[in-house]
T-cell receptor, first 117, second 111 residues
Framework: GAVVSQHPSRVICKSGTSVKIECRSL??????MFWYRQFPKQSLMLMAT?????????EQGVEKDKFLINHASLTLSTLTVTSAHPEDSSFYIC?????????????FGPGTRLTVL | KQEVTQIPAALSVPEGENLVLNCSFT??????LQWFRQDPGKGLTSLLL?????REQTSGRLNASLDKSSGRSTLYIAASQPGDSATYLC??????????FGQGTRLTINP
């Protein structure tokens, strides 16, 4: 099956710093990637939809200036958490939509655990 | 707006039992539905994608059914094993691309 990677898997940073998370589709090209956030014992909440070569579409309540998304190529999308604060600590997961074979299955990365001190 | 409910929230059974996990959704105008498993602290693994034109989809010991008209999907796990312990999530789409997740069913299979 299709493989999606994320880097780093864990990151600890100080309050006020910025953190960049990478999401890569390893064996397929993804015109659309998605970024989710998951708090402990809760389900995934979509943050934004990232389309290659265009601006991301953010869900209601997600600050676009705080969570910067770049999708510069068909295999890479990045999420930058700017001026991170402890309340941004969460599990961030990306997914990539495979080509239409299979009906548009989304494949998920392994996630990045962000801890802001 | 799509809303998803999964029942039960948690399930603990002995090894070998056959299980049914339930998912209900409010917007039946969907073109497919995915089932995923999530292990603690990990990402999601896609288990099955069932198209709206299908009523069932099978992969090994897993069988997913979809009844669009009633807004329901079920995941059937046959002959459960301890390795099946995980949280199972169903995700119908909202619109063309977005997936909406339920809270999941946390499954524990006891040896």
């Amino acid at each position: 099956g299709a493989v999606v990677s994320q880097h780093p898997s864990r990151v600890i940073c100080k309050s006020g710093t910025s953190v960049k998370i990478e999401c890569r589709s390893l064996d397929f090209q993804a015109t659309t990637m998605f970024w989710y956030r998951q708090f402990p014992k809760q389900s995934l909440m979509l943050m934004a939809t990232s389309n290659e070569g265009s601006k991301a579409t953010y869900e209601q309540g997600v600050e676009k200036d705080k969570f910067l998304i770049n999708h510069a190529s068909l295999t890479l999308s990045t999420l930058t958490v700017t001026s991170a604060h402890p309340e941004d600590s969460s599990f961030y997961i990306c997914s990539a939509r495979a080509p239409t074979s299979g009906g548009g299955t989304q494949y998920f990365g392994p996630g990045t655990r962000l801890t802001v001190l | 707006k799509q809303e998803v409910t999964q029942i039960p929230a948690a399930l603990s059974v002995p090894e070998g039992e056959n299980l049914v996990l339930n998912c209900s959704f409010t917007d039946s105008a969907i073109y497919n539905l995915q089932w995923f498993r999530q292990d603690p602290g990990k990402g999601l693994t896609s288990l099955l994608l069932i198209q709206s034109s299908q009523r069932e989809q099978t992969s090994g010991r897993l069988n997913a059914s979809l009844d669009k008209s009633s807004g329901r999907s079920t995941l059937y796990i046959a002959a459960s094993q301890p390795g099946d312990s995980a949280t199972y999530l169903c995700a119908p789409p909202q619109g063309a691309q977005k997936l909406v997740f339920g809270q999941g069913t946390r499954l524990t299979i006891n040896p």
